[in-house]
């Protein structure tokens, strides 16, 4: 009988998170959730009653105090992380986000803590843990805006920075690790159906664009869906994928081959 892995997946409550930790669990996985909501949010224990072997820790991952001492409780608690699966993040726009010459400092800083600190600290302190027990699987989410441009309906310019940002801090991580059987990827996925992408569910013009960048789609109006981003994970997380590190795989519907 396998043995069950321990699978850390930020963002848990998202979408993207929801759907891999259902991936994971029927995989006979034990899974550990982190995300900002309250343990007595309604979700929360939703999610605590469909998944099997789902624990969850609440933390806002742009606080380094908090996430260390997760992190820390986390692996005291399970012995071990044999999986992160960094998620969280979001769109900048609730801040201000958009074209550049728009932005406000304040505005920027927030989009590169909700995104880009987040991914880094949660990975700075699972790489510690990772470390010391000599192996582990990494991986980070990008987006098709951190490796292309889009049109004036996307121009958040923090945000794509921060996913390119995540991107080249994975491929380092990758390569620093290597010679310590820690492996790093990236996903990058395209427009996905979750809540996140609420806006461009409900507008026309988006869908018509995104009808052409997504061409595996081309006319259903419809966005990719969560298991594809959760499965791409499944993949990489495999003990027999452990010649794959330093990859940034676009789950995006033919974005990014145009």
């Not at 993040?89 to 550049?100: A, M």
């Not at 790093?184 to 988006?206: F, K």
């Not at 259903?220 to 003990?239: C, E, Q």
């Amino acid at each position: 009988m396998k043995k069950p892995r321990i699978i850390v997946i930020t963002g848990t409550l998202g979408g993207i998170g929801l759907a891999s930790a259902d991936v994971f669990s029927r995989d006979q996985d034990i899974v550990v959730g982190i995300d900002i909501k309250e343990e007595t949010d309604d979700l929360v224990k939703q999610t605590k009653s469909k998944i099997k072997d789902f624990h969850y820790y609440q933390a806002d991952c742009t606080q380094e105090v908090q996430v260390k001492e997760t992190i820390e409780t986390v692996t005291r608690t399970f012995g071990r992380i044999d999986v992160l699966f960094n998620i969280v993040g979001g769109s900048g726009r609730k801040f201000g986000d958009g074209p550049i010459h728009t932005v406000s400092l304040d505005a920027y800083q927030k989009t590169i803590d909700l995104n880009l600190t987040s991914q880094f600290l949660v990975s700075k302190y699972v790489v510690t843990e990772m470390l010391r027990q000599n192996g582990g699987c990494i991986i980070n989410t990008g987006s098709v805006l951190g490796m292309v441009g889009g049109n004036d309906m996307f121009a958040t310019s923090v945000y794509a920075a921060t996913k390119a940002a995540i991107i080249g801090m994975s491929r380092s991580m990758a390569m620093t690790y290597a010679k310590n059987n820690i492996r790093v990827n990236v996903i990058s996925p395209g427009l996905i159906e979750t809540n996140m992408t609420q806006r461009a569910q409900g507008n026309e013009a988006i869908f018509a664009y995104i009808d052409e960048k997504q061409p595996i789609y081309h006319g259903r109006h419809k966005l990719g869906n969560p298991m594809s981003i959760a499965l791409a994970a499944r993949f990489l997380a495999d003990s027999e994928a452990d010649f794959v590190t330093g990859v940034n795989l676009p789950v995006d519907g033919g974005w990014t081959a145009q």
